[in-house]
């Protein structure tokens, strides 16, 4: 039995799915605290990593929340075993670091033991702006700075939301899900 027969088979048994989450100052522990119904009021930010369960669609999600400032991203190399998928997270407010960001995101993508994972990429703050063109544009922004439409390697969709309203979170969850799914959990 092949590596990857195996860990399908230990995948199949525990439903587990493993989500990886990078890059400071987006709302990444907003958003985890947005999904489990935690107050989103207070936050500060992740120093070294947080894990944190969910359940979606039967599957059980563990969310690695790692901190993203700068000085931490050499020791993220030490969280990609196993991963299944990764939230990356854009700061709608920020757009000034996409830059940065394109930058971390196509180390990320090439990482060994991360190709293939799904990518769900959550443009977050979106409830800063009022009308649908403006959110349209941002999203466009984004898309185009970080080239999504190149990404070959992974599986990969764009979000907009909020962790602060909790906008798309749940859709997010739900794509994630069903990617990973498909990938990995074929014959359950």
Known sequence: MGLLSTIRKQKLKDKEIRLLMGLDNAGK????KQILGED????????????????SEGYKLNIWDVGGQS???????????KTDAILWVVDATALDRLLDCKIELDKIIREDRLIGAGLLILVNKIDVF??????ASVLGIV????????????NCTILACSAYT????KEGLSWTTQEVKQRLYKFD
Do not use: M
């Open 71 to 81: 000085s931490l991203r050499p020791f993220w190399r030490n969280y990609f075993e």
């Open 40 to 55: 989103v009021k207070s936050v500060s930010p992740t120093l070294g990593f947080n894990i944190r369960t969910v359940e």
């Open 29 to 32: 522990t907003t958003i985890v």
């Open 130 to 135: 009022a009308t649908e063109e403006s959110r």
């Open 166 to 169: 909790g906008e798309n979170l």
């Open 143 to 154: 898309n185009d700075t970080l080239k999504i439409d190149q990404i070959t390697n992974h």
